[in-house]
């Protein structure tokens, strides 16, 4: 016969609570079977009851685990055995029956403490404890050793709270005044959680805003006072949806809350010195409005008042910019179709519009992170580069010169496009046989020297040199103001082991801005940059340029990248300096820059298109301010988390013998140093020069004769260069 199956399962006694004592029954267990052993620890450590009463067990009094929770309270009978020893404080984190034994030494003041209460004395009865008599019932050792932990932390967040202290008896009971345990003020509720050693205050919103509250132990008739504290407010998550066009609602979650809307007010919640207001407060949760539409993404720190407690908790918040916002663009031609948009469009689409240039675009699909909507073409919309407005759930978000239409271009070249030395790929010209510029006619040379330091990277051959650096970022809202500016005074310059690439690094505020350099040497490079395919003849310089994670001050704003480029002489000669640079806007996106000192032709690729958060689309590049000696050039972006650009360099010789660089009727056209600077404008990230003219708009052409000549890219029919 096992006397110890289903050791392991409730069903195994019961535990029956009456007149507020607790009583066993156990229907499994060993008793009255002369059991002579008692079993090891492990044998029931993983039980929560045991009873092997009257048996014939001799030996130590077995000693038990302090447990560090409510589950590892045993409840175990051993009265009517032969048991020795001494009780240990251990002991009085159990419910133990240990009454009929040999146990000496002196009873534990948790069990002094419970001496008038006729259950607890049966319990220890039938041994020769020094400090009680068995069988007495008056006339005990005083109790003394009642008493809390310090000052109890108190989270109002919660229903209820753990209280600590020492001999807190092993019953509860909810606040009434026949039970072995009270309170005051009415209404707290108090439970035993671990005997003697941890109690439940529940309800614990009663006791505000009460510091402190004193409890009675109607056993052993002592009133103890419980000082309390409260916790700060604490936040474990946040998150923010538009509030229409007016600002933010967020979801706070936490404790430490206030548990009433009544108390709740305007000073409640604070990011930095912004209130937002509270419209529900209570317990876990707070939901507040906070009216700045154009909220800076950044690192706030978030201040959280109770009100009740008079308790503040602080958070440090990132907000990030959340729906909607469109980052990338797959248009149609200019006969219309289907567009596909992507972005943040959140999980409710209660009403969607979209509006691209002149024209409603019906929509077709949405879903969280893509739209697509149906577009009748450029006779309804108008040409592009085209504004796009987006209105989700009466949010509104706009764009400029963010539309373009696919086209199929022609290359340029004479007689043949790509001047019969490239291949033509949708209109840009993919040079072969050691040829360059944008028409391929122009030969790359070979014997460049590259310099470097952390601030500028030059091109120098035949007594020239060509240098670019990136020098400041602009933020710019969408009336065109200057929001902020970083100057790039100094950038962390890295270099891999081939010598042949090197990375140029910065930081602003949480923002890296980043760019590459590789030289291309040896034999021409394949590139795959937003889907298209090119090759970089060796010579070139090859750019990839990243900023990611830039907190943008406005939902609506734009970035400038400022990037100063220079063609200098390294020696002075007695020809005259000058340059005039001269240009038309057309509002065609700009792709190609070169420029021409002697025979020697330094070329640049911008691009218009960019990869937004993976996705490409189009990326307007501009002439924003040109001087005698400078030009500056704007690469806008859509907004994004991070945002790649590819462009690339090189330099040329123009195989024309009939250049001189100091022939008096080509005086114009001598020795000249020509400065540009460069602003790319962007919305995540940033863009630079770039030599083969794969994605361009327009060109730049810096003649012999001092002129700059910008080229739009054909359309249908072979472009005329006028030197």
Same mark, same amino acid.
Request: charged fraction near 20%.
């Given at each position: ?13 019961q535990l029956i609570y009456f ?142 709270? #753990?209280?600590?202290? !020492? *001999?807190?008896?092993?019953?509860? %009971?909810?606040?009434? =005044? ?5 309170? /005051? $003020? ?8 671990i005997p003697n050693k941890q ?101 706030? #720190?978030?201040?959280? !008042? *109770?009100?009740?407690?008079?308790? %503040?908790?602080?958070? =440090? ?5 959340? /729906? $909607? ?70 949010v509104n978000w706009f764009a ?54 952390? =601030? ?137 820059? =070169? ?129």
């Open positions: 016969m096992c006397h110890f199956c289903k050791c392991n399962n409730l069903d195994y006694y007149n507020f004592f607790f009583l066993f029954k156990f229907n499994r267990g060993v008793v009255g079977s002369k059991l002579k052993k008692m079993p090891p620890y492990s044998f029931y450590e993983k039980m929560l009851g045991l009873d092997i009463s009257n048996n014939d067990i001799i030996g130590q009094l077995p000693d038990l685990k302090e447990p560090k929770e409510k589950s590892e309270v045993k409840i175990i009978n051993l009265s009517g055995n032969k048991l020795i020893g001494e009780l240990t404080q251990n002991h009085c984190y159990h419910i133990l029956n240990i009454s009929n034994n040999q146990l000496t030494g002196k009873l534990p003041m948790c069990f002094i403490c419970q001496l008038n209460d006729p259950y607890h004395r049966y319990r220890v009865n039938g041994n020769n404890f020094e400090n009680y008599i068995s069988g007495s019932e008056n006339n005990f050792q005083s109790c003394t050793g009642i008493s809390f932990n310090e000052t109890i932390f108190i989270d109002l967040g919660l229903s209820r709270s #753990i209280i600590n202290g !020492t *001999n807190l008896g092993w019953q509860g %009971t909810s606040y009434i =005044t026949s039970g072995p345990l009270t309170s /005051y $003020p009415n209404g707290l509720s108090i439970l035993v959680e109690l439940k205050v529940m309800d614990i919103k009663f006791i505000l805003p009460l510091d402190k509250v004193i409890i009675k132990f109607n056993i052993p008739n002592i009133n103890v006072t419980m000082y309390f504290n409260y916790y700060e407010p604490k936040v474990s998550n946040i998150s923010a949806i538009p509030y229409y066009n007016l600002g933010y609602l967020f979801n706070i979650v936490g404790s430490g809350f206030p548990n009433s809307n009544e108390t709740s007010s305007r000073s409640l919640v604070k990011f930095d010195d912004y209130f937002c207001e509270s419209s529900l407060v209570y317990n876990t949760l707070v939901i507040c409005v906070l009216y700045r539409p154009q909220m800076a993404e950044k690192n706030y #720190i978030l201040s959280i !008042t *109770n009100e009740q407690t008079k308790k %503040t908790g602080f958070y =440090t918040y990132k907000f990030e910019r959340t /729906y $909607p916002y469109i980052s990338a663009i797959n248009p149609p031609t200019k006969s219309g179709g289907i567009v596909t948009l992507f972005g943040s469009y959140g999980n409710n689409f209660t009403s969607v519009d979209v509006i691209i240039g002149k024209d409603n675009c019906e929509i077709k699909t949405i879903n969280s992170t893509e739209i697509t909507c149906y577009i009748s073409g450029i006779d309804s919309t108008g040409p592009g580069p085209l504004n796009i407005s987006l209105i989700l759930n009466q400029q010169n963010f539309f373009v239409y696919n086209e199929d271009n022609i290359c340029p070249g004479v007689p043949k496009q790509c001047s019969g030395n490239g291949v033509c790929f949708g209109g840009f010209c993919a040079c072969t046989n050691g040829f360059s510029g944008f028409k391929c006619d122009k030969i790359l040379t070979g014997g460049i020297e590259i310099k470097k330091n952390d =601030t500028l990277t030059e091109m120098i051959k035949n007594g020239y040199s060509f240098g670019f650096t990136i020098k400041d970022i602009k933020e710019i809202d969408f009336l065109g103001r200057v929001v902020r500016q970083y100057n790039f005074t100094k950038w962390e310059l890295s270099s891999d082991s081939t010598i042949q690439k090197w990375t140029y690094i910065n930081k602003f505020e949480n923002s890296i801005i980043s760019y590459t350099i590789e030289q291309i040497t040896g034999a021409p490079k394949n590139f795959t940059f937003a889907g298209e395919l090119f090759t970089l003849q060796p010579g070139s310089l090859k750019l990839s340029a990243n900023i990611s994670n830039w907190e943008y001050l406005g939902s609506l704003n734009t970035l400038q990248l400022q990037i100063e480029s220079s063609v200098k002489a390294q020696e002075e000669n007695d020809c005259e300096q000058k340059s005039e640079i001269q240009s038309t806007n057309n509002g065609v996106s700009l792709n190609y820059i =070169t420029i021409q000192k002697d025979k020697n032709i330094f070329s640049g690729r911008f691009i218009d298109k960019v990869v937004s958060d993976g996705r490409p689309t189009f990326s307007k590049v501009s002439i924003s301010e040109q001087t005698q000696d400078s030009i500056t050039v704007s690469l806008s972006l859509p907004y994004c988390k991070e945002c790649l650009i590819d462009p690339d360099f090189s330099l040329m010789i123009n195989p024309d013998p009939s250049y001189n660089s100091c022939n008096s009727d080509q005086e114009s056209r001598l020795k000249w140093v020509i400065p540009v600077s460069v602003i790319l404008g962007l919305l995540g990230l940033f863009g630079i020069f770039a030599l083969v003219f794969f994605l361009a708009r327009d060109r730049i052409y810096i003649s012999k004769k001092g002129g700059i000549i910008l080229l739009k890219k054909q359309k249908k029919s072979t472009p005329t260069i006028n030197e």
